[in-house]
């Protein structure tokens, strides 16, 4: 089997999102998804890519992060995409621990998360309504999770809240991990793509100012987040 992964791009930036957010983080953006969620900001990695071995992206990573004297970062991270869809991304992250990067990964819940290497910190949506692939959502993975692990709601919807509040609740999710409640921000003309699903009829759209009002009056265990990324940099900007 070719030890080879198709690769959208490799940058440095820093971290937008999670308990990471604000750290350097080296991303590897791996090439297609089978999920169309409404609120896509990466359209462009369903199939921009190209090929490259093992080697060549452990040698990449290496050189972004050859500047930093601190061992600890930058934190590298696999998205997407869907980094789970190519299976030699599992001996890629076993490597990445194995040179003493903190590994983080990007995924949607949709599949089995079970055979990451264990020192990999797992970043896990559970898809709501408004994305057009609640059926989508794998729950079995919940028994795989770690306290290392963090589960993220991307919220756009009223719907969306409550739907992630009753998941929270029946799943007891913050007694596992940190939970993180991330705001739809809209997309920009340029990240608009026809092959994503429509939000849902006669949903009702949620400003960020009103989730983060329900989260303190509802007192609710979760990070509000939103994408830093998106308030450094254009919207629509590549590689940040």
């Not at 080296?26 to 462009?44: E, K, P």
């Not at 994305?131 to 290392?148: D, M, P, Q, Y």
């Not at 939000?199 to 960020?208: E, Q």
């Amino acid at each position: 089997m070719s030890d080879t992964l198709v690769v959208n791009e490799i940058y440095l930036s820093l971290q937008g999102e999670s308990t990471f957010a604000g750290l350097p983080c080296v991303f590897i953006r791996l090439t297609a998804c089978d999920l169309r969620c409404s609120y896509c900001d990466t359209a462009y990695a369903f199939t921009e890519g190209k090929k490259k071995s093992l080697a060549e992206i452990l040698t990449e990573v290496k050189r972004l992060a050859a500047p930093f004297s601190n061992p600890q970062l930058p934190l590298v991270e696999l998205t997407g995409g869907e980094p789970l869809l190519q299976k030699k991304s599992l001996p890629l992250m076993k490597s990445l621990c194995d040179d003493g990067f903190t590994v983080l990964i990007e995924t949607s819940g949709a599949h089995d998360i079970s055979k990451i290497d264990p020192r990999v910190r797992r970043i896990m949506d559970l898809k709501c309504p408004a994305s057009g692939e609640v059926a989508r959502n794998r729950f079995e993975n919940i028994a795989h999770l770690k306290a290392t692990d963090e589960i993220k709601f991307v919220i756009g919807t009223v719907e969306d809240y409550e739907w992630a509040k009753q998941q929270i609740a029946a799943h007891k999710l913050d007694a596992i991990c940190p939970l993180l409640f991330s705001w739809v921000h809209p997309l920009a003309p340029e990240q608009q793509s026809k092959a994503l699903k429509k939000v849902p009829a006669k949903l009702t759209p949620i400003s960020r100012r009103d989730l983060a009002e329900k989260i303190i009056a509802d007192a609710l265990p979760v990070r509000f987040q939103i994408q830093q990324h998106k308030i450094i940099w254009p919207p629509e900007q590549r590689g940040v």
